[in-house]
Nanobody, 123 residues
């Protein structure tokens, strides 16, 4: 069974950095895209950044120039490097994987989510 495990959240001060990691395990699959979303209290979940299988990336406007999404294909891991963090970045961050799952059968395209990791930016 495919699972996503996230790590790297925490409490930091404004201007500091954090790196989130998300590793996909279980089954046999190919990755169409992976991304990071976040949800602040009382707000809807929003896209932060995505990286496609071809390496193309996409960022939400407020994080452009501060956040970088990258991946390690052999490790089935995606990262979110967050620099110059601001209080408004405070949220639970969720990893998302858009996969073509080959095993266990039948082959299918499916969307998976991690459990979420808290990022708090506060002085």
């Amino acid at each position: 069974q495919v699972q996503l495990v996230e790590s790297g959240g925490g409490l930091v001060q404004p201007g500091e950095s954090l790196r989130l990691s998300c590793t996909v395990s279980g089954g046999v699959f190919s990755m169409n895209a992976m991304g990071w979303y976040r949800q602040a209290p009382g707000k809807q979940r929003e896209l932060v950044a995505t990286i496609r299988n071809d390496g193309n990336t996409n960022y939400e406007d407020s994080v452009k120039g501060r956040f970088t999404v990258s991946r390690d294909k052999p490790k089935n891991t995606v990262y979110l490097q967050m620099n110059n963090l601001k209080p408004e970045d405070t949220a639970v961050y969720f990893c998302n994987a858009d996969l073509l799952v080959l095993s266990p059968p039948p082959p299918r395209r499916a969307d998976y989510w991690g459990q979420g990791t808290q990022v708090t930016v506060s002085s």
